[in-house]
């Protein structure tokens, strides 16, 4: 699986901004899809995932009420909706794409993962 991930950019303190991870190669619907994030200095962090079939999502707690996690299976892609971004949502955001042992789950560690795109920049000005 390829990933490309699009739709980072400049937005200021309280805008949005949709992330989206275009993915290629095998099929797409077999894999949990998370979305990590990483500052200068610090390791990737996990930010959302959502299983192969959608039925579940998961986040990471500063982004709870703010970000939705979803998937187009049909498209060969997913989303990351950022809602109220602030300063600290500053980051690279990159996809990732595993095959899970346990389809419900989703893996917080990025090491865990098959597929990883190159990411899109996310700045939030204050």
């Known amino acids: 699986v390829q990933l490309e991930e699009s739709g980072g950019g400049l937005v200021q303190a309280g805008g949005s901004l949709r992330l989206s991870c275009g993915a290629s190669?095998?099929?797409?619907?077999?894999?949990?899809i998370a979305w990590f994030r990483q500052t200068p200095g610090a390791e990737r962090a996990f930010v959302a995932g959502?299983?192969?079939?959608?039925?579940?999502?998961y986040y990471e707690d500063s982004v709870k009420g703010r970000f939705t996690v979803s998937r187009d299976n049909a498209k060969n892609t997913a989303y990351l909706q950022m809602n109220n971004l602030t300063s600290e949502d500053t980051a690279v955001y990159y996809c990732?794409?595993?095959?899970?042992?346990?389809?419900?789950?989703?893996?917080?560690?990025?090491?865990?993962?098959?597929?990883g795109g190159r990411g899109t920049s996310v700045v939030v000005s204050s």
């Open positions: 959502i299983t192969w079939d959608g039925g579940r999502t």
């Open positions: 990732a794409a595993d095959l899970p042992e346990i389809a419900t789950e989703v893996s917080r560690n990025f090491n865990d993962y098959d597929y």
């Open positions: 190669g095998r099929a797409f619907s077999s894999y949990s």
